[in-house]
């Protein structure tokens, strides 16, 4: 038996226009954790993809070998009876059927040709109690949050006998106590003998945890490092980028801060489904001109709740408050009001809120203003393209045309064509949710840039971020937010993770929130 259980040789992957891999190199020894790091589109997913059988042998060139023998993957299913599983950053669950019902879909436990439930219950309870997953095996998928609904990812693959585990970004939506408990996880794995392969842009947890780290940067292999404590984010970030990152952010000159044109007074917020349950209580900000505002606080605090209800009211119940836009009281009850009144807002969730995964670059940047490039309610298709050639070339989207489809450009590109979707409107005020939530280092800095620029045009930017090191290295003031309510406010010059810590967890009264 080999020392590696896995070695890609030679891998070359090509789309139209495109080479996704070129000859990439990559080995995994037995019983490791080992990450796979590099910039959004720099072929890491496309070679898990490759090896998990989803891009099917035939499609790509080069070797695979699973412990030394060669294989040729035809589809999933394939290198799954080989003991190699996936579990992709969009996860592949059924929310209808229970927990032992995903577990073994597709896997069934049968008996005379029927599902055998004692058994399917018993096996996912053995399975579940494996991973830490303390539940009913009949409890709905729904009913769990994404942290849990990872463990049952990782039990279905346990159910097949998997030897050989790749998670894609597994903790890109998890908040970080889920992270902790999955990162643990992996080091029980471990310890039972399962090789996983880490796919993940957080450098802080690839260093806890993973004992090589391979780097990959357009489509090569650039190298691989053994974690031995002499490894560092920023070594990391050379291999990844190509180039030493001495600032995470660019550096900003002074900003031309003006006067406040846009006020949040008061602004409170229903559940829209629990009643007698309040997600924002009598929330006020401002935003200056010119000004980068950041909003922080931890998971369940408001801040989505607060902005989605801002911009048209898309979330919440019986809302009320007042927005002021240079002094004056704006209606923002409807989504083309908000727009009518210069507010744009980038969701959190680009891929289901943000875009349309299935339509080019074109029509994805022209869609929140077609009246811009329309004569007679008739779309100009020039006008159009011209309008989003420009776009795509201000951002710097890496795409060959702008009839590229979306859902083929990588976390960081299709960041950025939403971000261009409302620039396209020519707001006053930006909404930023996570605007660089499952993006890469480098992927991060241009959108740093993007800000930067818009503050400097004279918009106001509000920036939600999870990340504390990114609003204060990006921000002109801090807001933070508990359990509904603004707790306090801070000058960069004030802000310190500590600082804003201590608002982050000052609240109301839980019972007084939520009105129980």
Not at 16 to 30: E, N, Q, W, Y
Not at 55 to 76: C, N, Q, W
């Amino acid at each position: 038996m080999t020392a590696n259980i896995l070695e890609m040789r030679s891998i070359t992957m090509e789309f139209p226009g495109v080479k996704a891999l070129d000859a990439v190199d990559f080995a995994v020894a037995r019983g490791e954790i080992h990450a796979l790091v590099g910039e959004n589109g720099a072929g890491k997913s496309t070679l898990m993809k490759v090896l998990s059988g989803v891009y099917p042998h035939g499609s790509y060139s080069g070797r695979i070998l699973v412990d030394g023998t060669e294989m040729a993957f035809k589809d999933i299913r394939h290198s799954e009876a080989a003991g190699v599983a996936i579990i992709h950053q969009e996860l592949a669950l059924v929310s209808q059927l229970s927990i032992a019902e995903n577990i073994f879909l597709g896997n069934e436990r049968t008996r005379a040709r029927l599902v055998d439930w004692q058994e399917t219950n018993q096996q996912a309870m053995a399975l579940m109690e494996r991973v830490g997953l303390i539940e009913d095996p009949e409890t709905p998928v729904a009913a769990l949050g994404v942290g849990k609904q990872q463990l049952v990812e990782i039990a279905k693959a346990l159910a097949k006998q998997v030897r050989l585990l790749i998670l894609d970004e597994p903790t890109a939506a998890l908040n970080q106590d889920d992270s902790d408990s999955l990162m643990a996880l992996l080091r029980e794995l471990r310890g039972q003998g399962i090789t996983s392969i880490l796919i993940s842009h957080k450098l802080n947890e690839v260093l806890a945890v993973a004992d090589t780290i391979t780097v990959l940067r357009d489509g090569h292999t650039i190298e691989t490092l053994e974690v031995d404590g002499t490894v560092t984010e920023d070594r990391i970030i050379k291999g990844m980028v190509g180039r030493d990152l001495d600032h995470r952010f660019p550096p900003r000159l002074e900003p031309a801060i003006g006067e406040v044109f846009f006020d949040i007074e008061d602004w409170s917020v229903d559940h829209p489904t629990i009643s007698g349950r309040q997600v924002v209580r009598g929330a006020s900000l401002r935003v200056r001109r010119g000004e980068i505002v950041g909003l922080a606080g931890l998971m369940g605090a408001g801040r989505t709740e607060l902005a989605m209800s801002v911009f048209g009211h898309s979330y919440g119940r019986n809302i009320r408050g007042t927005i002021r836009k240079d002094g004056a009281p704006v209606p923002v009850s409807t989504v083309p009001q908000a727009i009518d009144a210069g507010i744009a807002y980038v969701s959190e969730d680009r891929k289901q809120l943000g875009l349309i995964l299935d339509e080019d670059i074109r029509r994805n940047l022209t869609l929140a203003n077609l009246s811009a490039v329309s004569r007679h309610a008739v779309i100009d298709t020039h006008a159009e393209v011209v309008a989003a050639e420009e776009l795509r070339t201000r951002l710097t989207v890496k795409a060959p045309t702008v009839f590229q489809k979306v859902g083929n450009l990588s976390g960081g590109n299709q960041q950025k064509v939403v971000l261009g979707k409302w620039i396209f409107t020519a707001p006053d005020l930006l909404i930023l949710d996570e605007p660089t939530r499952g993006i890469d280092v480098g992927a991060k800095y241009e959108i740093y840039l993007i800000i930067q620029e818009l503050a400097a045009e004279g918009k106001g930017v509000l920036v939600i971020s999870s990340e504390l090191p990114e609003l204060l290295g990006l921000c002109d003031r801090i807001y933070a937010m508990s359990q509904g309510r603004i707790t306090g406010e801070l000058a960069a010059a004030d802000a310190t993770q500590e600082a804003l810590m201590r608002l982050m967890t000052r609240g109301a009264n839980p019972a007084e929130v939520t009105g129980e």
